[in-house]
DNA sequence: CAATATTAAATTGTATACAATATTAAATAT
DNA sequence: ATATTTAATATTGTATACAATTTAATATTG
């Protein structure tokens, strides 16, 4: 049972996704090749490398001679992964309801819990963020589906910047908490049609409040 | 205006796909760096970026330590993939039918004349193939949907092989020829649901047949 | 002989060095 | 002075060389 040893690939494509993620480096900024590798004691293939997995997640434009930059996702862009979105999870849901089981269901009203615990105490960055994902994972997990899953996380990846930058300006979604319970509750019924159609305006909701912030952005630059 | 100079990572990768759609790389099968940089005539450093390349379009997967395989799709995975398909073009063409110009659906009418004509001469090497994705991405080519279009070329690719396969193995896809015409006429009326439906089951019907013939091949295994 | 440990070979991962391309700065011409 | 060329610099792309890891083969032990 050796230890899992990671390549230098991956570190360095971890190191620098938190960078994108965090707004540390802003949407547009060029990733420089040289100055990572510098900066993360490697040399410039495993950077490359790592460049071109993060470009395969969406989080980064590599073009041939001129370099990689941060993706910058335009409002319309924002809109339409949003809307991809939502598709995919419903789908994921509508796979997933059926399998559901009674402790699934418990473990999923846990973390629901610990979720308006954690809003109630004002957390909205634990809140919106960690909790919220489990919460749906959850209900996703007897789906089935592995790639659609994959897709389902490379978009939330992909969206995990602008929802953290709408916490820090905008102090949280508007999401209202009930609306994770109104889900769970269609889900126990195992209402289908009602589940993923909730769960689609559950996110076209969170999309709209973002794009407004993010429409306010793009007009006052 | 200088000529496009590709990259020689660009042209491995294009290389190496066809290699594998074509089926001269079989599912499964290991790709050594070092044989692929010789025969390619690059050193191995192109032929690893080509190969990450490929592992996000989904052909390849590459494991640290132990190398690439050429990807190996179960009869699951396929059902999966042309679900995503369906649910994915369906997407596509609901926000392209509404802005479908009259002259757009004369082009994809064009094509269709091809298509039929190319299927009565028995090519359906050419009907299946590159007709009918030609017209598809006609009918999708309003939708002004990037994103999304880019998964469903993603897709299309992936699938590709196993069409190409299909049609050597049992001669083509049944898909009855009147049921792009159908899809069409729906488009022209803006029926949009009614296409949408109509689409979905379009793709669908070509999975069920795919698929029937890969769960005798797993089975002769 | 089977199972495990050890060594050797093959293969991948990464650093360094150099080549090709793009960007910027300087020089020249209009 | 502005536009266009030319040279210099910065940056990316790729080959080579070596290090790390895995796989295969061999030796060792019960």
């Known amino acids: 049972m050796g230890i899992e040893h990671k390549t230098r690939t991956q570190l360095v494509a971890e190191a620098i996704r938190e960078k994108i993620l965090s707004g540390e480096i802003k949407a547009g900024e060029p990733l420089r090749q040289a100055a990572l590798a510098e900066e993360l004691n490697v040399s410039r293939i495993p950077v490359r490398e790592a460049l071109l997995q993060l470009e395969a997640e969406g989080l980064v434009n590599f073009e041939a001679h001129k370099g990689a930059t941060a993706t910058m996702l335009s409002a319309d ?16 849901l509508r796979h997933s309801i059926v399998n559901l089981t009674p402790r699934d269901l418990l473990e999923a ?16 960055q634990l809140a919106t963020g960690k909790l919220n994902a489990e919460f749906h994972v959850k209900l996703y997990s007897k789906a089935n589906r592995p790639q659609t899953a994959e897709l389902v996380a490379m978009y939330g990846k992909n969206s995990e910047r602008y929802v953290r930058m709408h916490i820090l300006l905008a102090g949280g979604i508007k999401t209202a908490p009930e609306e994770h319970r109104t889900l ?12 993923c159609d909730f769960l689609k305006k559950h996110i076209t909701g969170a999309k709209d409040d973002i794009k407004q912030l993010l429409v306010k952005m793009e007009q006052s630059q």
Chains 1, 2 share one sequence.
């Open 77 to 92: 862009q924002i809109d339409e992964i949003f809307d991809l979105r939502a598709l995919l999870e419903a789908e994921l």
């Open 109 to 124: 009203e846990a973390i629901l819990y610990d979720l308006e615990e954690a809003t109630a105490a004002g957390d909205t």
């Open 184 to 195: 769970l509750e269609f889900c126990k019924t195992k209402d289908i049609n009602a589940a």
